[in-house]
């Protein structure tokens, strides 16, 4: 299992020569079988390091650019009438696939980015009375500006609750950066990049994670972090119980890629962030935006906590 992990994590930084957490936090998605938000401001690398993922399995990608003017059949597909056969027929849209990157999702209005909310949430779509079963694997990818940037829309709550994480890039160190302008692998590796990793080999590897042995000590201190953000002061919507259930999943991920069977508390924390800041509103900023409130929110949480030995 980590001979497979450290083959897809090398072949994406072949492409990515930007922060290796935010590869390892995609990995683990994955892994979790979650979906990722990948927020930053425009030209990091977000759209190379999702696509760097997507094609380093050997699976179905799809890849839509959310635009204002889209409609939730552009991704969803429609029902037309097909006269040579007298039936209406199903057409299916981009969801239809094994990894799908949303591109500047949040430049789709609200009415069109709700479309994937039953997709994240059950891998499945429901059209005129019909269920449609997506995967496995299936992962959406999205990328977003942040929410200052003109020609935006807000991401809904119950949407940004999808997501397992949201994981910001920054930008590359001089050196990186350096290396970037040399090798420009945008233009030259992404393109001949190959899969690494087959479909199955994902699923063995999620089911791999589901197995990760979680102790009560930790199941209990999750449910008191959860907990106590609901009943932060300066809270205005806490951590939901879908977000417990993420911060534990993406811990149990955490621990296969460290090539352990059980949970240990640093797993625990060291998911804190990127799982739940998008999952908390605050009481003196707008709901889902990044600021330094929220991480220092949560960053108080978990001092006031004793974490189990």
């Known amino acids: 299992m980590q001979e497979l992990i450290e083959r897809l994590r090398t072949n994406i930084t072949q492409v990515f020569l930007g922060n290796p957490d935010a590869v390892d936090r995609l990995i683990a998605c994955l892994l979790a079988r979650g979906h990722?938000?990948?927020?930053?401001?425009?030209?990091?690398?977000?759209?190379?390091?999702?696509?760097?993922?997507?094609?380093?399995?050997?699976?179905?990608?799809?890849?839509?650019?959310?635009?204002?003017?889209?409609?939730?059949?552009?991704?969803?597909?429609?029902?037309?009438?097909?006269?040579?056969?007298?039936?209406?027929?199903?057409?299916r849209g981009p969801v239809f696939t094994n990894i799908l990157l949303a591109d500047e999702v949040n430049r789709a209005t609200p009415r069109t980015q709700t479309a994937l909310l039953e997709a994240m949430n059950e891998a499945s779509i429901s059209i005129d009375g019909a269920v449609h079963q997506l995967g496995p694997p299936f992962m959406v990818l999205a990328t977003q500006n942040p929410y200052e940037f003109e020609g935006t829309y807000l991401l809904p709550e119950n949407q940004l609750d999808r997501f397992l994480m949201r994981i910001g890039l920054g930008y590359p160190s001089p050196e990186e950066e350096s290396r970037l302008?040399?090798?420009?692998?945008?233009?030259?590796?992404?393109?001949?990049?190959?899969?690494?990793?087959?479909?199955?080999?994902?699923?063995?590897?999620?089911?791999?994670?589901?197995?990760?042995?979680v102790d009560e000590s930790l199941r209990t201190y999750i449910v008191d972090l959860a907990r106590s953000t609901r009943e932060h002061p300066e809270v205005q919507v806490g951590l939901s119980p879908r977000g417990s259930l993420a911060l534990a999943q993406a811990a149990r991920a955490t621990a296969v890629m460290d090539g352990r069977e059980f949970v240990i508390p640093e797993d625990i924390l060291d998911s804190v962030l990127h799982v739940c800041s998008h999952r908390i509103i605050t009481r003196a900023y707008s709901s889902g935006s990044e600021s330094e409130a929220t991480a220092e929110i949560l960053d108080s949480v978990v001092h006031s906590l004793t974490s189990p030995a």
Do not use: W
Request: hydrophobic share 45%; proline share 4%.
């Open 36 to 91: 990722a938000l990948i927020e930053d401001v425009p030209g990091v690398g977000k759209t190379v390091l999702a696509s760097a993922l997507a094609k380093s399995i050997d699976c179905q990608f799809t890849r839509i650019q959310l635009t204002p003017d889209m409609l939730p059949a552009d991704i969803l597909g429609v029902t037309i009438y097909d006269r040579q056969s007298g039936r209406f027929e199903f057409k």
């Open 181 to 213: 302008l040399e090798l420009r692998p945008a233009q030259n590796r992404l393109v001949g990049l190959e899969a690494v990793l087959h479909a199955d080999d994902v699923i063995a590897l999620q089911e791999k994670v589901d197995s990760v042995r």
